[in-house]
């Protein structure tokens, strides 16, 4: 490859670094890929962080030490997380998405990787402090923005089944209650998903009781894990007694007088 010049560089910089999120790439990964020095690269990496600091599109971060290198730490600034839930909010305003049960109908959301990817976006910008080991999630509609999460943070994702899958070997099963309808289920996770004495991250696309979330966090014991937080796509505002206390949800599900009447708005708790 022919000597590239600093904008291209740093526009290429700019491309690896926002692809791989929370990745550390060493000094001399870039002096090979680009067959410059490494004071070439460092100047080149002044401009992408300035340049990522001033558009608020995250932050490039030096870690220092004989294992260390650059990463992009991205996050979801006020306005952005205002402007992107009030939006989703705006769609599911709509009364013609309540379905028969009184549910919400929600999957084209829950699927479009364009809001999929700002939601996860917004949960690793609120935990990216955490020191997280895995994403915990459970066999739902959950899955896409559990997933976003995961990769904003750069850790894996695991999924607790349903059933009790012959391909994931030896599993650990829990009974919970399922806060939407009030039957008792069962959980189940591979032994080998886990590391004992890890620490987890919970998210889930909707918590009316609370009761998936407390079945995953009474899961979690079974492997010595740690729940750092509990991250919920919406929350109904009722009951307002969860069978959890803490958690995050990004927007509160609010039913009117008339039971086909819905009000669905961001949650102000993320702007404090």
């Not at 990463?71 to 309540?98: A, F, G, H, W």
Request: with cysteine; charged share 25%; net charge positive.
């Amino acid at each position: 490859m022919s000597k590239l010049k600093r904008n291209e560089r740093v526009g290429a910089l700019i491309k690896i670094l926002c692809d791989n999120p929370n990745k550390i790439y060493t000094l001399n990964y870039f002096t090979n890929l680009f067959d410059s020095a490494k004071s070439t690269i460092s100047e080149d990496l002044v401009i992408v962080k300035k340049l990522m600091k001033d558009l608020k599109l995250g932050r490039v971060e030096t870690i220092a030490g004989a294992s260390g290198g650059v990463r992009y730490v991205p996050y979801m600034n006020l306005q952005s997380t205002r402007e992107t839930l009030s939006k989703i909010c705006k769609i599911l305003k709509d009364n013609s998405r309540i379905i028969p049960g009184s549910f919400l109908y929600m999957s084209d959301i829950i699927y479009n990787p364009i809001y999929v990817r700002k939601m996860g976006k917004i949960f690793a910008t609120k935990f990216m402090d955490k020191k997280i080991d895995y994403v915990i999630t459970v066999e739902t509609k959950g899955i896409p923005i559990a997933l976003m999460t995961a990769n904003y943070l750069n850790i894996p994702l695991v999924i607790v089944r349903n059933d009790n899958k012959v391909t994931e070997g030896s599993t650990v099963s829990m009974n919970y209650v399922s806060g939407s309808t009030g039957k008792i289920r069962t959980m189940y996770v591979s032994k080998r998903a886990i590391r004992k004495g890890s620490n987890v991250l919970i998210i889930d696309d909707f918590m009316k009781g609370g009761g998936t979330a407390k079945g995953l966090s009474d899961l979690m014991k079974e492997f010595n894990a740690t729940v750092i937080g509990i991250g919920v796509m919406i929350s109904t505002k009722e009951p307002k007694e969860k069978l959890i206390d803490k958690y995050l949800p990004l927007m509160i599900f609010e039913r009117g007088g008339n039971r086909e009447e819905i009000n669905i708005y961001p949650n102000e708790g993320l702007f404090v």
